[in-house]
Nanobody, 123 residues
Framework: QVQLVESGGGLVQAGGSLRLSCAASGGTFSSYSMGWFRQASGKEREFVAT????????DYADSVKGRFTISRDNAKNTLYLQMNGLKPEDTAVYYC????????????????WGQGTQVTVSS
């Protein structure tokens, strides 16, 4: 079983950047497909980006494509989300998640979740 801990959230002005990290422990990180999801107040959790076990296949929600980059360092057991050109509508709690098997954008398919980190973008 893998444990996930996110960090790097905060308050930033529109147009700014943040890098989120997700540290994994207790499992073989390189065997998991990983994803970033977010949940804004009063809304359902939604897909942001996913990455396969080796890092050579990624997918992004249309709303973040071209602005966000997902990556992973299997030697460091860490997942990243570089967020550039942040907009007020990106404000949400961001979660990393892990699952065995092929990568998918469905939150319900992920077995392990972090506690989340708040990202707030001011206009």
């Amino acid at each position: 079983q893998v444990q996930l801990v996110e960090s790097g959230g905060g308050l930033v002005q529109a147009g700014g950047s943040l890098r989120l990290s997700c540290a994994a422990s207790g499992g073989t990180f390189s065997s998991y497909s990983m994803g970033w999801f977010r949940q804004a107040s009063g809304k359902e959790r939604e897909f942001v980006a996913t990455i396969n076990w080796s890092g050579d296949s990624t997918d992004y929600a249309d709303s973040v494509k071209g602005r966000f980059t997902i990556s992973r360092d299997n030697a460091k057991n860490t997942l990243y989300l570089q967020m550039n050109g942040l907009k007020p509508e990106d404000t949400a709690v961001y979660y990393c998640a892990a699952r065995r098997g092929v990568v998918t954008t469905r939150p319900s398919a992920y077995d392990y979740w972090g506690q989340g980190t708040q990202v707030t973008v001011s206009s």
